[in-house]
């Protein structure tokens, strides 16, 4: 079969290797939707000591199929059955995992080779992570289940309730699923990106209100931009970071209205730090919560969301295109031209 195995940065090739075997509790699955991820392509870029450690290596973690064939044991699936799986199982038993904190396991098992035509699940996340999905659910809509389940978790932090203004900084992928989601939720969200592109997105998916940062310089007049347009000025009850950088974490947490909220969550590069003003911090009682990952609660969560089209993971795909287009997929991300790609074996 086709795999997509990972050489090192900037080395990505299509190589025919042989399917996998399931072992005692494991599942094969035939793949018949894979999603392009940020992550994919900052791990194409420089690489992941976590995600990656010995190469060369499976490549593509977001993924739906059909059941081929399951190992001795398992009861859970059968040949046939539609399933999507997320990519990681926290183990259950470490310390985080035994106080409830799952995206902080200690031993986290991930499952790379989503760019392929065949994938094995391993046994725990067979376990505790795969989920049957309905037919009318698109195999397409189903893959990238991973991200709208970290996001779910993030929501699940956020404390966003009914009648709530939420500012979503950065209107990528991430940031479009807090769009929606948020409404979900009973809340009117302003969307702030610097591209005109992604904001009509951003009010496609529902935003009540955007703000073009691009036309403002420093982080502080952005912030003022995006407060002035909340009830009365006074700045947003939550706010959210979707974009990863260390200027923008400030930005978010600038846009509070006083007891405020900020959820960041854009993953920023090794050795950054943000700058907080510790007066206000006191005075306005801001709450800060870092979000990172997400446990199988989440993951049930955003399969549910996805198999009743309360949240349509179509809405996402830039282009549905073959297999072999992956490395062209990432770089047209990398240039801005698309976000998200559904690759179909
Ligand atoms: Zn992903
Ligand atoms: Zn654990």
């Not at 505790?128 to 779910?152: D, G, K, Q």
Request: with cysteine; glycine share 12%.
């Amino acid at each position: 079969m086709r795999a997509y195995m990972f050489h090192g940065p900037g080395d990505l090739r299509m190589e025919g290797v042989e399917p996998g075997k399931p072992g005692p509790g494991e599942v094969a699955v035939e793949i018949k939707a894979a999603a392009t991820c940020g992550t994919d392509l900052k791990s194409y870029r420089r690489g992941h000591p976590t995600l990656f450690p010995t190469l060369p290596a499976r490549f593509g973690h977001e993924f739906a199929g059909i059941v081929t064939e399951v190992g001795e044991g398992v009861t859970k699936f059968a040949p046939g059955q539609r399933v999507v799986a997320a990519n990681t199982c926290p183990c259950g038993s470490c310390w985080a995992c035994t106080i409830g904190r799952e995206s902080l396991c200690e031993n986290l098992q991930y499952l790379n080779g989503a760019f392929a035509e065949q994938i094995v699940i391993p046994k725990a996340i067979v376990e505790r992570n795969t989920y049957e999905i309905p037919e009318t659910l698109p195999f397409e809509a189903a893959a990238p289940l991973e991200p709208l389940s970290t996001v779910v978790h993030g929501m699940a932090e956020s404390g966003i309730a009914l009648g709530d203004t939420v500012v979503v900084n950065g209107a990528g992928p991430i940031g479009q699923m807090y769009i929606r989601l948020a409404q979900l939720r009973g809340a009117s969200v302003i969307s702030a990106d610097m591209s005109a592109g992604r904001l009509a997105q951003a009010e496609a998916a529902g935003a009540i209100a955007t703000v073009n940062l691009s036309e403002y310089e420093t982080t502080a007049e952005r912030a003022a931009a995006i407060r002035a347009i909340t009830p009365h000025g006074r700045g947003a009850d939550v706010a959210v970071e979707a974009v990863g950088l260390p200027e923008v974490w400030e930005q978010t947490v600038q846009c509070l209205r006083p007891g405020g909220t900020a959820v960041l969550f854009g993953g920023p590069k090794a050795g950054s730090t943000f700058t907080v003003d510790a007066v206000a911090m006191h005075y306005k009682e801001y709450k800060m919560v870092g979000v990172y990952h997400h446990a199988p609660r989440y993951v049930q969560i955003a399969v549910h969301l996805l198999s009743t089209g309360k949240f349509d993971g179509l809405t996402l795909c830039t282009e549905v295109r073959p297999l072999d287009a992956l490395v062209e997929s990432l770089e047209d991300m990398s240039r801005g031209v698309g976000s998200k790609y559904i690759l179909r074996p």
